[in-house]
């Protein structure tokens, strides 16, 4: 699990990510990304009820996103001082956890390497 101090909780901060916030685009994720001022590093998954039908899968996707956030988080794989929304897509129920990760790793490059310019990641 993520740390408290590492979570989007209110509606008003996904909100402000949505309108704000740039997105990277890929197969099975999108990322929104926006800066804060808080020194840390915040994340929200969105798993839209309408692609996944269970909430048993829902909550498992989420889980393996948190997973693969932590240890980001932990290696410092991630930008500091920003908020990440991490958007589900349909086909991402198929994927393991290693190709959940490896989509992770392909958007969070795009965004480090110039990430204001790229919008579609290529899988």
Do not use: C, H, P, Y
Request: net charge positive; proline share 0%.
């Amino acid at each position: 699990m993520l740390a408290r101090q590492n979570r989007l909780r209110q509606n008003k901060d996904f909100s402000w990510v949505f309108k704000v916030g740039r997105r990277v685009k890929g197969e099975v994720l999108d990322l929104k990304i926006i800066n804060n001022n808080l020194g840390i590093n915040r994340f929200g998954f969105i798993i839209a009820k309408n692609l996944f039908k269970t909430a048993v899968l829902r909550n498992k996707l989420k889980r393996r996103l948190r997973e693969i956030m932590k240890k980001k988080l932990k290696n410092k794989e991630v930008g500091k001082s920003q908020d990440i929304v991490v958007i589900a897509k349909k086909g991402m129920q198929e994927k393991s956890f290693s190709e959940l990760e490896k989509a992770v790793d392909k958007l969070l490059s795009i965004r480090g390497e110039n990430w204001e310019n790229k919008t579609k990641a290529d899988f």
